[in-house]
């Protein structure tokens, strides 16, 4: 069956530091796939989209690579703040028309001071 | 410049009721989206409408859910006859409907659905 992994385990890091967090896939060929952070309470917001043709992309201090041989999407958060503290979802577009995403279950980031 | 607006934020019904979510996406969106979210499942995708027409449904319960977007007003999702199962989150999202990957979804801040 169709299955998106994210680090299951919370993961807490010093400020200043990068976080680097997991997206795994199996049984997909994604067109395009995409990173989301949700606060407590609220609905996902988009970060950022990367296509299957391309291995890396940034927005400031947001790294998102893409390896489709590996079936794997790494982010990184460089000089990490407190305020980078959220859950952070992967989605994965199949058809390559962002009607129907899949998603994974998240994986907590904390940034101590 | 307002998002995409859910409301009521909060839900209480017994079992039995009904209830009715409702969402009015951004401003220039002809397209949204529905999803229930689940603290051990994460998002899953229910319903996907533009204005009069279900496009797919492929995600919703046969029975009880319905969903629609008039020509006039918000996009409803309608739960008729409530069961405990049934109390979660529920995000709409809306997007501009212009086809293709890049096609972003914005999402609202949910109405959190629980059914004593």
């Known amino acids: 069956s169709q299955k998106i992994e994210q680090n299951s385990e919370a993961l807490n890091i010093q400020e200043g530091k990068t976080a680097t967090l997991t997206c795994n896939y199996t049984?997909?060929?994604?067109?395009?796939l995409q990173w989301y952070r949700q606060d407590p309470g609220r609905g996902p917001v988009f970060l950022l989209l990367?296509?299957?043709n391309e291995k890396e992309k940034r927005k400031e201090r947001l790294k998102v690579t893409f390896d489709t041989t590996l079936k794997q999407s790494l982010f990184h958060i460089t000089a990490s703040q407190p305020a980078d503290s959220a859950t952070y979802l992967c989605?994965?577009?199949?058809?390559?028309?962002?009607?129907?995403?899949?998603w994974g279950l998240g994986t907590s980031l904390a940034v101590n001071p | 410049n307002a998002g995409v607006m859910q409301n009521p934020r909060h839900l209480v019904r017994r079992r039995g009721q009904e209830a009715r979510l409702r969402c009015s996406p951004m401003?220039?969106?002809?397209?949204v989206y529905w999803y229930r979210q689940l603290p051990e499942e994460g998002l899953k995708f229910m319903v996907y409408?533009?204005?009069?027409?279900?496009?797919?449904e492929s995600g919703m319960p046969k029975e009880r859910f319905s969903a629609e977007f008039p020509k006039e007003g918000p996009s409803i999702l309608r739960i008729q006859q409530v069961v405990r199962g049934d109390s979660a989150a529920y995000f709409c999202?809306?997007?501009?409907?212009?086809?293709?990957?890049?096609?972003?979804?914005?999402f609202g801040a949910g109405t959190r659905l629980s059914v004593l």
């Open positions: 409408l533009q204005k009069e027409n279900i496009i797919d």
């Open positions: 990367i296509r299957e």
């Open positions: 989605a994965l577009d199949k058809t390559g028309n962002n009607r129907k995403l899949i």
């Open positions: 049984n997909y060929s994604p067109a395009y």
């Open positions: 401003k220039g969106h002809s397209h």
């Open positions: 999202a809306s997007s501009q409907g212009t086809g293709g990957g890049l096609d972003i979804q914005y």
